[in-house]
């Protein structure tokens, strides 16, 4: 048997200089908003040369740090990525903690339970939920075999992960984690829902078929997006068991 984990490194890069498009769009929309205040100035201290001078000098500050946040801008665009640190450029601000952000490295390791010897380590700047697969793999290289169970706790609970391992033919012993919410009564949680895989389609206690449009969306979880279809049934909303499945909206609710 072998564990993988993670540890937070906190790298040199603060959080002032850590950016996301979020906050880019911000720096640039309070520049924007500065340099008509400065524009309209310096049209009022027409003829004060001295007032003049400094306005311009402040309009030339913040022209050339808006440069600087678009330059971010083009730069993220065009690499696809979600984040850029500029005095620590591999580094990205991730959760650390308790909900704490920093902005940091993430060193997944895997150590053999026997001996408490580490086997591998990789320096990463993403977050735990894709890392599992890698480092099964590389394990492998390394032992030179896939006898082995490999564990993991709650955060690498990843659909794409364990078919790595799979694919590999590694057993993997991962967390489950808890469900964000549960059903007003705990026998229509999802996880008493049946996969059908043949048909692909979903049978929920109530014993209605719940089927899928076949199309995939991005869902959005802040620091990472994930994919996912929805299923449902036209018997929902006349259903006896409705009130123990779900919470109905608001009242006032469109």
């Known amino acids: 048997m072998v564990a993988g984990d993670s540890t ?74 979600t984040q850029i640190s500029t005095s620590d450029p591999d580094s990205r601000q991730m959760i650390t903690r308790n909900n704490i952000t920093e902005v940091a490295y993430n060193v997944q390791t895997v150590v053999d339970a026997k001996h408490c010897i580490p086997i591998e380590y990789k320096v990463t700047n993403q977050n735990d939920s894709k890392a599992m697969g890698d480092m099964v793999e590389r394990t492998t290289e390394i032992l030179e075999s896939t006898d082995f169970v490999a564990l993991y706790d709650k955060g690498y609970h990843t659909g794409s992960e364990f078919k790595t391992a799979f694919d590999l033919g590694v057993d993997v012993l991962v967390a489950i984690p808890e469900v964000a919410s549960n059903a007003p009564d705990i026998k229509f949680n999802i996880s008493e829902f049946v996969y059908n895989k043949e048909n692909d389609t979903f049978t929920c206690p109530a014993h209605q078929i719940l089927t899928s449009n076949d199309n995939w969306y991005k869902k959005d979880r802040g620091k990472s997006i994930n994919m996912m279809k929805q299923f449902k049934t036209s018997q929902c909303k006349e259903c006896p068991f409705r009130t123990q499945c779900t919470t109905p909206p608001p009242k006032d609710a469109s």
Do not use: C, W
Request: aromatic content about 6%; hydrophobic content about 30%.
């Open 8 to 81: 937070k490194l906190r790298a040199q890069n603060s959080k002032k200089n850590n950016f996301n498009p979020s906050k880019l769009e911000k720096h640039l929309a309070y520049i924007d908003a500065k340099l008509d205040e400065y524009t309209e100035a310096l049209s009022d201290a027409d003829g004060d040369t001295k007032a003049q001078a400094e306005i311009e000098k402040n309009i030339a500050k913040h022209s050339k740090q808006r440069g600087k946040y678009v330059r971010m801008q083009i730069e993220l665009e065009a690499s696809g990525d």
